[in-house]
């Protein structure tokens, strides 16, 4: 919105060239481009695809595209049989346009009236809670703070929602598919359908026009503010089934979507209930606060820091056509996520860090699953051409 956005240029990126107005939707998967580009068959409409860019050699100025081999999700790793997607929905006029329209900026809104205040005051009332946090702190508190933030933030959100749904970075069983879209979802960044939705648009279009989240906008407006301004559901809808045709068709994840604020009462309760009869009420008041609101707030803010930070400060080990950068700190903090440059010029490579000392230990939890014969087909090899920075 118009206010939210004045106040994200008060806190401008450190640069200010642009990268040239190029959607990379290609470089999603040819079953997933298909469903978001409206094609649904024979039988259904189709909407005209951005065209493809294969530069002739790596040194090449253009946007670089990585084979589509690269991101051929398989069967197992999204749960469904590719020949679904084609036809995952039929959708009416008005929905197709409402799809088109999705690959533009969100339209900055002119009245309070147009933020969405369930995910302002979802946002607001999580910081409210743990900046109380620090007078009912425990010890027993603190360690149920560390162990769920690794917990739904390397597994739910890193390895679940972003390695797995989003990337198909391995394959897994559907019980551990729905277990980890559970942990992604008892995190508090929304539902899996729409947290992987906002994360396929960012990558074909990142730091482009109709980027969710570019610092172009402000570094304030790609750290939080983006998620502030009121999208209708109609045009919600066809943002799912656009971007996460994959998911929208599936049934699990459709209910944890439904169910999403449930699970926090759930286990806001089992924390301060657990915390009382094992102690005392004030224990259990300080399990309900750092196991639940300060854990959230720190998986929040490292994930933003991804979405922001590594847009804008850090080094780049590759040539790509945004300006993904690694950040040593976010790496660390955000569970190996912040190796943002290598991840964007290989998006579905399991490991996201390329250098020995780029430690990423939610790849290290994937090889784990892979020894115990938990994961499968994971994506090991950087395939396509990427060009190495000099």
């Not at 759930?266 to 008041?285: C, H, K, N, P, V």
Request: glycine share 8%; aromatic share 14%.
């Amino acid at each position: 919105m118009t206010a939210l956005r004045r106040f994200a240029a008060m806190f401008p990126p450190p640069y200010e060239a642009r990268p040239d107005m190029t959607s990379k939707t290609s470089q999603f998967p040819k079953h997933s481009r298909d469903a978001m580009n409206g094609k649904h068959g024979k039988h259904g409409s189709t909407a005209t695809a951005p065209a493809k860019s294969h530069p002739a050699d790596a040194s090449s100025s253009q946007p670089i595209d990585v084979d589509a081999d690269e991101f051929a999700i398989g069967r197992s790793a999204i749960g469904g049989p590719q020949s679904e997607l084609h036809g995952h929905a039929t959708m009416s006029d008005s929905e197709e346009l409402s799809a088109a329209s999705d690959t533009l900026p969100r339209p900055a809104a002119q009245h309070w009236t147009d933020l969405d205040w369930p995910v302002v005051i979802w946002i607001g009332m999580i910081h409210a809670a743990a900046l109380v946090a620090p007078f009912y702190f425990t010890w027993s508190g603190l360690a149920i703070c560390v162990a769920l933030s690794w917990a739904t933030g390397s597994l739910g959100v890193c390895l679940g929602y972003h390695r797995l749904l989003t990337h198909g970075s391995f394959s897994t069983t559907r019980a551990v598919k729905m277990f980890y879209a559970w942990m992604g979802g008892i995190s508090g960044e929304g539902s899996a359908l729409h947290w992987v939705a906002n994360h396929r648009k960012h990558h074909a279009f990142s730091d482009l026009d109709g980027d969710p989240h570019t610092p172009y906008e402000g570094g304030v407006w790609s750290h939080i503010l983006w998620m502030f301004p009121r999208r209708d559901p109609a045009e919600l809808d066809a943002h799912c089934r656009r971007w996460a045709p994959d998911l929208y068709k599936d049934p699990g994840i459709l209910f944890l979507h439904k169910t999403f604020l449930l699970w926090h009462f759930i286990i806001g309760s089992a924390l301060l209930f657990a915390g009382a009869s094992l102690y005392d009420w004030r224990t259990g008041i300080s399990w309900l606060l750092w196991g639940l609101a300060v854990r959230m707030v720190y998986v929040f803010h490292v994930t933003w820091f991804v979405n922001s930070a590594t847009h804008i400060w850090g080094y780049r080990n590759y040539e790509t056509s945004d300006n993904s950068r690694n950040l040593w700190w976010v790496g660390l903090l955000a569970f190996g996520e912040g190796w943002h440059n290598n991840h964007h010029a290989f998006q579905r490579m399991a490991k996201h860090g390329h250098k020995w000392w780029e430690v990423d230990t939610t790849y290290w939890m994937i090889l784990a699953m892979e020894k115990l014969g938990l994961a499968w087909n994971v994506v090991k090899t950087p395939r396509g051409g990427r060009t190495a920075v000099s």
